[in-house]
């Protein structure tokens, strides 16, 4: 019993110990991965519901007087006069 306790354990122990270093680390990479994507997907999903909301419902809440006069105060100030 003294042997076990003295000498195996610690011995498994020392033997296991870079194994669970390296899993926690590989681990962590892939979570750390898996959240980077997961954030990307999630901004593109909402993008793109964004989007197709203002396609469908965008015509119907602005009158096209408005988004004449909209266009017109936005690409003014950009556009290259011709001379």
């Given at each position: ?8 354990l610690p011995g498994v122990g ?70």
């Open positions: 019993m003294k042997y076990l306790e003295c000498v195996l020392a033997v296991l110990e870079p194994v669970r270093e390296q899993m926690t680390r590989d681990m962590a990479q892939k979570l750390t991965a898996t959240d980077a994507l997961l954030k990307d997907n999630i901004a593109k999903m909402v993008r793109s519901r964004v989007c197709a909301g203002l396609e469908i419902y965008g015509p119907r809440l602005v009158s096209p007087k408005v988004l004449s006069l909209l266009y017109n105060n936005v690409t003014a100030p950009i556009s290259i006069p011709i001379v």
